[in-house]
């Protein structure tokens, strides 16, 4: 059993700060585009493009990422390009753009790290960001969080478990012991 850290209207408060935080940092959303990665950060960008359209009053492109055939930490056998790019939903270019990547949890840093490699694929932004609802420190490496919404200290026992009401039918984060 676990402690809910953020309930909803926490989770609602922490991805409404990031929004304004993004807004601030790129002094407006020109040029802006977000990739949520698979599977969570795509709920979460898709939340944080709504608020942007109500507070700027224009639509944010916001793409979907799967980098599991980026991750180092998993085999692969020989892996095209085509296929690395398939599972991708990401109908605007990326060319000159303020890219910001949303995730759920930041944690060693690998899954960025794929994130990376995989936008980078994709053509060459302006500027890339990290957006993140829960940062849990114990990185493996040196990436961190431009916009955290909440910073969760955790052993590395310990787990943190992230819902959205989209497939999870609530919106809540867990610190599981």
């Not at 209207?9 to 935080?21: F, G, K, P, V």
């Not at 793409?63 to 398939?86: A, C, F, P, Q, W």
């Not at 609802?133 to 955790?154: M, Q, T, W, Y």
Request: charged share 30%.
């Amino acid at each position: 059993m676990g402690k809910i850290i953020l309930d909803k209207m926490a989770m609602q408060r922490a991805l409404t700060r990031i929004t304004y935080e993004i807004v601030e940092k790129n002094k407006g959303v020109e040029d802006l585009v977000l990739i949520g990665i698979k599977t969570r950060g795509i709920f979460l960008a898709n939340r944080i493009a709504d608020r942007l359209q109500q507070l700027e009053n224009v639509t944010i492109p916001v793409g979907e990422l799967d980098i599991t055939n980026y991750r180092d930490d998993i085999e692969h056998d020989s892996v095209s390009d085509d296929v690395k790019m398939s599972s991708n939903k990401i109908d605007f270019s990326v060319e000159g753009k303020r890219v910001i990547l949303v995730d759920d949890v930041l944690y060693t840093g690998r899954t960025v790290r794929a994130a990376l490699s995989a936008v980078m694929d994709l053509g060459r932004p302006k500027s890339i960001n990290l957006a993140v609802l829960v940062d849990r420190g114990h990185r493996e490496l040196p990436i961190r969080a431009d916009f955290v919404g909440k910073n969760i200290p955790s052993s590395q026992k310990e787990k943190i478990k992230v819902y959205v009401s989209e497939i999870d039918d609530k919106d809540a984060v867990e610190l599981i012991k």
